[in-house]
Structure formats: C-alpha cells, structure tokens
C-alpha cells in the first residue's frame, strides 16, 4: 500500500523560506490529488495547499501568495516551496492525497518559525 515520507522541515526565521518534499511509494499517485496539511500545537490539522493530477493547485487563504504546491510524477513527489515564512507558521506539516486517507499519514515534518 501507499507510503509517504515527508523530509525538508527545519528552523527558519521571519521572513526565510523552506521547501518541503514528499516521496510517494504509491504506483498511483501520478493520477492522485496530492495536498500539504499542517498541525500546529493545540489546534486542528488543517488544509494548506492541494494540486491535481494535471497540476492545477489550491491555496488556504493564509498562505496564498506565499506558498507555492509542485508536483514531480516522474519522481512521485510533491514539494511545497514556503517564501516570507511568518511565525504562525509554525507547524508540522504532513502530505497527504485530498480527501486524505487515514492510513496514509506519516511523520510529517517540523517547520519553526522564528522571530
């Protein structure tokens, strides 16, 4: 079954960026709707960008125009580009298809935000 390991994450001041990636195992995933998630503590995982299988991409409003989703098929990964970082931010953040599936959650990987 699908696998995904997401990697890229780190400490990262106000205003810096971050590129995160995530490697698929899945034999699928060229045809599947990828997203990025985040977790930050104490709230709930939420939405942050989500791209199809033709590329085309969707932004939650409070990274849109900051944060870029990209796919790689050939490669089976999904990046996410993080430009003019803000502290709330401040996550972990996990790939996953959109709807997501619950046994394809991973690790994630921790994105700090410093100020």
């Known amino acids: 079954q699908g696998r995904l390991v997401e990697s890229g994450g780190g400490l990262v001041q106000v205003g810096g960026s971050l590129n995160v990636s995530c490697t698929a195992s899945a034999d699928t995933f060229s045809r599947l709707t990828m997203a990025w998630y985040r977790q930050a503590p104490g709230n709930e995982r939420e939405l942050v960008a989500r791209?199809?299988?033709?590329?085309?991409?969707n932004y939650a409003d409070s990274v849109k125009g900051r944060f870029t989703i990209s796919r790689d098929n050939a490669k089976k990964t999904v990046y996410l580009l993080m430009n003019n970082l803000k502290s709330e931010d401040t996550a972990v953040y996990y790939c996953?298809?959109?709807?997501?599936?619950?046994?394809?959650w991973g690790q994630g990987t921790q994105v700090t935000v410093s100020s």
């Open positions: 791209i199809d299988h033709v590329g085309r991409s």
């Open positions: 996953n298809t959109h709807p997501y599936v619950r046994h394809f």
